[in-house]
Every structure is written in structure tokens, then in C-alpha cells.
């Protein structure tokens, strides 16, 4: 038996037949992506922290914060079990190429991911570190509002609360040549 790579072996098997067979990737992967750069949140981005399981009640804090990235919470909010808190993020994200953006949210707890007011991704009841992805079709130089809303209290890991945000850049290119092999 002799092992190939799926595309390598479609584009001999078509070969054999006159048959040219042509490959453009038109997804980035099913995996975490790499986290957003700070400069794609123009004036960075607000976080609230409630100390309750369901961003309700008295705000603990407010801060100004430059990315969504894995344990950047304040320590006071979690220093043993039973404490529990949730979060809000706001700002706006800034595409710097248009076409379609792949997000990914990795962690655990609840995280609803909202892109120009649209949920877009939605990550509930990660009891272990989960990834979740949703994409959204985005125009360069056209901030839109970026919202993700974190729950920790459904995780069942406890100390190990964290989200973090990744994108896969719009890649008109990749994209371009994807439509006109679909064509």
C-alpha cells in the first residue's frame, strides 16, 4: 500500500484520464488562529467585570485593556474557588484587508463573540480549553464593533478561566482564486 497526499493523488489519478485537476485553499483550518494584533482595536478596548456568573448586578471594575488574550483578568477576581466572575469586552476592530475574516475563541467558560453586532461565534459550556471559530465579511478601513461577552463560571477547571481571540486575515487572494475554481 502506498501512502499519498489526497491532492497529490486526485491530481495523478486525473492525470491519467487528461484530467487537470487545480487546488486553491478557501479555508484557513478548523484550528486557533493567531492572536489579533493590537493595532486591529483602534483605542483598544473596554473590559467590565461583574462578580457574578452572568454580567449582572454591581460592576467590580472597568479597565482599558489592548487585546482579548488568554488570562487577563484581574487576579483579585479569582483567587479560589468558589469566587466567580464574568466580563465584558467592547471596542472596535479595524480590518486592514476587506474580505473574509476567520475568528477563533479559545478557552473555557461561555463566550458569545458579536462582530458589527452580529453573534458570530459562540462558545458554551467549555468545562475544558475549546476552540470556536465564525467568520465575518469585513471592508478594509471600516471599523466595526467588536463585543465578546465571558461567562467563567460554567468551567469546571478551576484557576484556569481564560479567553483569547484570534483571526485569520481576510486573504483576497486566497479567496479570489477559491471563487474561481468553485466557478
Request: glycine share 8%.
Amino acid at each position: 500500500m502506498v501512502v499519498q497526499a489526497p491532492f497529490d493523488h486526485l491530481k495523478a489519478r486525473g492525470s491519467e484520464q487528461n484530467i487537470s485537476v487545480l487546488y486553491s485553499e478557501a479555508y484557513p483550518g478548523t484550528g486557533t488562529f493567531p492572536q489579533v494584533s493590537s493595532s486591529m482595536f483602534p483605542g483598544g478596548l473596554k473590559v467590565t467585570y461583574w462578580t457574578a456568573t452572568d454580567s449582572t448586578g454591581t460592576v467590580d471594575q472597568t479597565l482599558n485593556v489592548t487585546n482579548i488574550a488568554s488570562a487577563s483578568y484581574p487576579a483579585e477576581l479569582w483567587v479560589a474557588y468558589p469566587q466567580i466572575f464574568s466580563s465584558k469586552y467592547t471596542g472596535l476592530f479595524m480590518p486592514n484587508t476587506t474580505g473574509m475574516y476567520y475568528f477563533s475563541m479559545n478557552g473555557q467558560g461561555d463566550s458569545l463573540l458579536y462582530i458589527n453586532n452580529i453573534l458570530i461565534a459562540n462558545m458554551s459550556g467549555a468545562n475544558l480549553v475549546s476552540t470556536v471559530q465564525g467568520i465575518a465579511n469585513l471592508t478594509a478601513g471600516v471599523a466595526v464593533p467588536i463585543r465578546i461577552d465571558y461567562l467563567m463560571g460554567t468551567s469546571l477547571s478551576t484557576g484556569a478561566y481564560r479567553i483569547t481571540l484570534g483571526v485569520s486575515v481576510a486573504n483576497q487572494t486566497r479567496d479570489s482564486d477559491a471563487d474561481a475554481l468553485a466557478a
